[in-house]
Each structure stands twice: as C-alpha cells, then as structure tokens.
T-cell receptor, first 115, second 114 residues
Framework: ETGVTQTPRHLVMGMTNKKSLKCEQH?????MYWYKQSAKKPLELMFV???????ENNSVPSRFSPECPNSSHLFLHLHTLQPEDSALYLC??????????????FGDGTRLSIL | DQQVKQNSPSLSVQEGRISILNCDYT??????FLWYKKYPAEGPTFLIS?????DKNEDGRFTVFLNKSAKHLSLHIVPSQPGDSAVYFC?????????????FGGGTRVLVKP
C-alpha cells in the first residue's frame, strides 16, 4: 500500500477541457513532486514544492499549473492540453527537497489521454 | 541528451540465477544513485541506493556497485525470483548546489522465468 495516493487513476479529456489531478501523501513529508512519463521516454521532473513553496519548474508549459495548498496535498491543473501531453503523470514525495539521500516515494500515477 | 542511460531495455533470466542490470551516466556532478522497481499499473518503489563515496552497497539479495571512473553502476539481484519481474529504473542525483533533482534512465524490463 502506497503512502502517496493519486486520483483519478485514469483520465480522458478533450483539448478544450479543464481538469485537475490530485495527489495526497500520508508520510509526513515536506517535499512533493510532479513527474511525466511519456511512452518510451524516461521519467521527467516537472515541478517541485518544498514546504509548500515551488522550488523547481522544469520549463513546463503554462497549460500545466501546479498548486500546493499544504505539505500533504499537490494538484496539477490542466487546461487546453495537446495530444502530446498524453502520458502517465506521477506524484512523489520526500522528507525535504535538497537531500539526495532521501528517496522519493511515488504514487501509482494518473494515466492521461488527450483526445 | 540523456544523462542517465540504461542500454539494455530488457533482460530475461532463469529463477535462482543472477540478474545484472547496468546503468551509465555522463554528469560528473551526480553524487547519489538510486534504483527503483516498477510493477505494471503501480508507481516506482525505491529499492536501493549508493553514495558516490562508496563503491558497493548491499541489501539482502540486492547489491549495487558503483564505478565512478567509468561513470557506471550496476544492480545485482541474486538469486532472482519470479516476483522480481518488473521494470527497474536507475536514477542519479547531484548535490544541492548542482540542483539535486533526480534524473532517471529509461528502464530495464526484467523477466524471471520459473
């Protein structure tokens, strides 16, 4: 059983829709992450939040908008996405950003399909 | 350009034998390396890690070896079990000053045959 829960597990949306992905961690961690995994490509970091403050934005298009209201919750708001945004979106958490020896714990992901 | 590469997309091994997974990196600023395991429809789970000041770390059936001069690390699983069938990702992290986000390899799919 994972300490990081992502909802929904699957999402199909049109290019003009607005939807949100949700992530919740029950591990008492202070850093949370969004990753994207496209077909046949490595996991790519999108955003990092540390103690609710965004510390990393890996040149992500503005149609992806993250929100971190507290250390336990992370959202990814989606609007006017493109077909190439279809991918698996993974959320992760760790004790604190900036410490390599603290492994990140991942959720099971949201499989997103853009029609 | 990929900084972390796993050149073998798949590996098949008989139960009880050794599985060896390889990973190469190019960035000399990486100072910590991790292996993650992923089953279908689940997120990656942390398996084992190694600091750049070490050359070996062992945890039960899993051992990670690091060769800094060659910028190469490997994961040994012995003995391999059918439950080890999964995709394994190598990841590397730099120092805080160097931006210590995790950089992942493309993964190696391991199949352990009974």
């Amino acid at each position: 059983e994972t300490g990081v829960t992502q909802t929904p597990r699957h999402l199909v949306m049109g290019m003009t829709n607005k939807k949100s992905l949700k992530c919740e961690q029950h591990l008492g961690h202070n850093a949370m992450y969004w990753y994207k995994q496209s077909a046949k490509k490595p996991l790519e970091l999108m955003f990092v939040y540390n103690f609710k403050e965004q510390t990393e934005n890996n040149s992500v298009p503005s149609r992806f908008s993250p929100e971190c209201p507290n250390s336990s919750h992370l959202f990814l708001h989606l609007h006017t996405l493109q077909p190439e945004d279809s991918a698996l979106y993974l959320c992760a958490s760790s004790q604190e950003w900036g410490y390599s020896n603290q492994p990140q714990h991942f959720g099971d992901g949201t499989r997103l399909s853009i029609l | 350009d990929q900084q972390v590469k796993q050149n073998s997309p798949s590996l098949s091994v008989q139960e009880g034998r050794i599985s060896i997974l390889n990973c190469d990196y190019t960035n000399s600023m990486f100072d910590y390396f991790l292996w993650y395991k992923k089953y279908p429809a689940e997120g990656p789970t942390f398996l084992i890690s190694i600091s750049s000041i070490k050359d070996k770390n062992e945890d039960g059936r899993f051992t990670v070896f690091l060769n800094k001069s060659a910028k190469h690390l490997s994961l040994h699983i012995v003995p391999s079990q059918p439950g080890d069938s999964a995709v394994y990702f190598c990841a590397a992290s730099g120092t805080k000053a160097a931006g210590n986000k995790l950089t992942f390899g493309g993964g190696t799919r391991v199949l352990v045959k009974p």
